[in-house]
């Protein structure tokens, strides 16, 4: 905008002192009594040589600054201030972190708007730092790579390291004592990439050496990151996403020993091992030497015994084969020659049989031959008997039957003889000695002779009548 | 009556008879000889028979003795 | 009696003796003969079979003996 | 006897003899010849019986000697 | 006997014998043949025998003595 | 016996043969040729095993030796 | 023994190899070979847990160099 000088008479003009003596007034009227608010540090602006400290306050949304304003903690409230702040969050106040803060709001002409804290609430900003955490979590999850380095796998010996530490730390100090001290004699080889290890500028300071790391990544077998003998404050950074997704994504398994009591951070979350103490990281990896040279000398012993074993089971084996063969091939003969002999006797056995059951056929037939020609004669003379019987009973028959045609005819020549006619009464009458017939006509007066059964009477003839 | 006659002669001779008599062809006078004829063959047979029949018996009882002093 | 005849041809006879006598095929006078006939070929059988009775029996008495001696 | 006749010709033989007998299909007349011709044959078979025993049982006491002698 | 006969052989041939003599499928007359022929194939079996015997027990020491010489 | 052959072809060939002795499943006539071969083979075993437990036995004893050298 | 073998991998070979021959799964023929594997898997992991790598050591200081130059 131009301004216009020969304007600038006609005008109300105030000083510059005017004005801001005019704010002062106003703010010192509307703004007694100091206020709680809330705001990030952007800048911490501590003043060692006065003990002062002026933080750059801001509010941010999405990114962007919103509000700015810068601040004042006197040396004496600074000294109070931090003093709980770290007993409480266990980080000091430092570039980055939200804070709760109680505050004047004060206006004055030399500086300005500035607000002086008096009091700052430790337990929002470990709310907050709580909140950070959980969302760093979330985000490695919901990226799918919290597990990821674990899931690397641990090689058997972690011989080679690479070490992420502070070479005047005394974690440092105590691993390569405790490695090099070991009473086994492993050999370990270790090699320290200097980093902070605390407060903001370690997660950078960490991540460089990380990739610094990667380039040889072939020399290593774990990346150690090591911290300890120190104070516990300031380990925040181990929550930081940026750390924490560069160790989750790191292709050589990461071993924490960041040594302190409180909440596990998240670096030590993904790493491949956490343990707290870098003593007990070198106890860790010497461990694994140890279970190393107990397999291979469990393996040792066991090739000893079980080559021994092996040795004797097969001589075990071969010497009965031999002895079985040995057997065997005797006791085969010996069965050869008891089968040979059991066929000689078999044949002594057989003939014997074979000679008796011809006997017995043999006898059968003397047998026969003693019974049957005794049963053919006996029939014979059966039948001889029989004919002599028929002869006895036939003869009778026939005498008989003569007997009886002779009784027959002397019957018949009984009933025709005459004289039996005369008994019944009948007569013969005879002329001249002749019996008359049929046709006998003699002379009246002739002499006829009749015969009876007792007498003869005598007659003479005197007629002759027919019938 | 002739000697050398046979039983069957005489058979022969009576059945002769026997028929003749029964025809009654001939006469009462010579029936009497026929039966008297008859008669004496009759008589010569039945003694002829016995004679056979005792002979025969006793050549059998012969044979029965001798069986059983065979066996 | 023929020597020749054998123990089959005197049975055979003796056969067809009784079988005449059986059926009165001969005569009274012949009977005796016959029987008589008979008779005789009755006792060769007879002794025929006694003698073929002991023969065989001598035999096997033989046989029976060897059999024992053997044995 | 022929000599040539062997064992089983001679029980063929005493079979066919044996059978006759049984079956009565021999007369008397030929029985005594049949009944010695069975004793021979029999006295034949026990002698043959009895010298292969005999010789068989020399072969194998000859056999059981040597093995005696080779154990 | 042929010398090309093998022990099984022989023992398979006895076999036979022994069967068949047990089958009575052997007659009387041929049994001495047959018994004969056995001794000898038992004499060649026995003498076969005892010479693998001889042999195999003559390898069986070799392995006995270089086993004690080895140990 | 050819060179080739390995030690676990040995014995299966060993315990072919022996259990064919065993079970009598090879005659009289085959029974040398195989003693022989078994002997072979036994004589082939015996000295690979004892070639193997020294060769084995002087392997692990200069692991055993040096072992102490380290410790 | 390559070079490039891992004392991850070479336990496990002896641990198989151990665990073979507890198995009897290992014959006599490769007993010498896989007890002379094991012998030198046993050294090579032995000296490993021991051993200077020099290797190592070289391309380290030439890391060395360079990360003073950075600083």
């Not at chain 1, 674990?150 to 730390?169: D, N």
């Not at chain 2, 009556?1 to 062809?25: G, Q």
């Not at chain 2, 063959?41 to 069986?67: D, M, P, Q, W, Y």
Request: charged letters at 25%.
């Amino acid at each position: 905008m131009q301004t216009d000088p020969s304007n600038v008479v006609q005008k109300q003009v105030f000083s510059l002192s005017e004005i801001t003596e005019s704010i002062a007034r106003m703010f010192a009227k509307y703004y007694a009594s100091p206020y709680w608010i809330r705001a990030e540090i952007s800048k911490l602006n501590f003043y060692p040589a006065s003990g002062h400290c002026f933080p750059d306050l801001v509010e941010k949304q999405d990114g962007k600054v919103k509000s700015q304003v810068r601040s004042i903690i006197w040396r004496d409230d600074l000294f109070r201030i931090s003093q709980k702040f770290e007993e409480v969050t266990r980080e000091p106040l430092h570039e980055g972190i939200a804070i709760m803060f109680q505050a004047y709001v004060k206006f004055t002409s030399e500086h300005g708007l500035s607000l002086h804290i008096i009091d700052i609430e430790p337990l929002y900003t470990l709310g907050e730092m709580a909140r950070a955490k959980l969302e760093t979590i979330g985000l490695l999850k919901k990226e799918g790579i919290f597990q990821h380095n674990k899931q690397v796998g641990l090689p058997l010996l972690l011989k080679r390291v690479a070490i992420i530490s502070a070479e005047t730390s005394k974690g440092y100090n105590d691993l390569l004592v405790t490695l090099n001290r070991n009473p086994y004699g492993y050999h370990f080889i270790t090699k320290l990439f200097p980093a902070l290890l605390q407060g903001d500028a370690a997660v950078e300071s960490i991540r460089k050496q990380l990739i610094k790391i990667k380039e040889v990544i072939g020399q290593f077998d774990a990346v150690l990151i090591i911290r300890g003998g120190g104070d516990e404050v300031g380990l925040a950074c181990y929550d930081h996403y940026d750390l924490a997704r560069e160790v989750a994504l790191f292709p050589l398994p990461v071993i924490t020993g960041i040594g302190h009591s409180t909440n596990e951070t998240v670096v030590e979350m993904v790493a491949c091992i956490n343990k707290i103490t870098p003593t007990d990281v070198a106890h860790f990896m010497i461990a694994g030497f140890r279970s190393f040279e107990d397999r291979v000398q469990i393996s040792t012993q066991k090739l000893f015994a079980e080559v021994e074993k092996t040795i004797e089971w097969q001589t075990a084996v071969f010497n009965n084969l031999v002895t079985g063969f040995q057997q065997s091939g005797r006791s085969f003969v010996k069965n050869e020659h008891e089968t040979l002999e059991q066929i000689g006797l078999d044949i002594r056995e057989s003939v014997g049989v074979a000679v008796f059951n011809h006997r017995i056929a043999l006898s059968r037939f003397e047998t026969a031959l003693m019974v049957h020609p005794g049963q053919l004669l006996g029939n014979c003379r059966m039948l001889l008997h029989s004919q002599v019987k028929m002869l006895g009973f036939h003869k009778t028959h026939f005498i008989n039957g003569h007997s009886g045609a002779l009784d027959g005819l002397g019957e018949k020549v009984q009933l025709l003889d005459p004289v039996n006619v005369l008994k019944r009464g009948f007569t013969i009458t005879r002329y001249k000695g002749k019996a008359i017939t049929f046709g006998f006509d003699p002379e009246p007066g002739a002499i006829i002779e009749t015969e009876t059964v007792n007498e003869k009477l005598s007659s003479v003839f005197a007629e002759k009548k027919p019938k | 009556m002739s000697k050398t006659i046979t039983y069957a002669e005489a058979i022969e001779e009576l059945e002769t008879i026997v028929s003749e008599i029964e025809n009654a062809s001939i006469g009462v006078d010579e029936l009497s000889e026929k039966v008297k004829r008859a008669a004496e063959l009759i008589k010569f047979c039945r003694s002829k028979l016995t004679a056979t029949e005792r002979e025969v018996g006793s050549i059998l009882k012969n044979l029965e003795t001798e069986a059983l002093e065979v066996e």
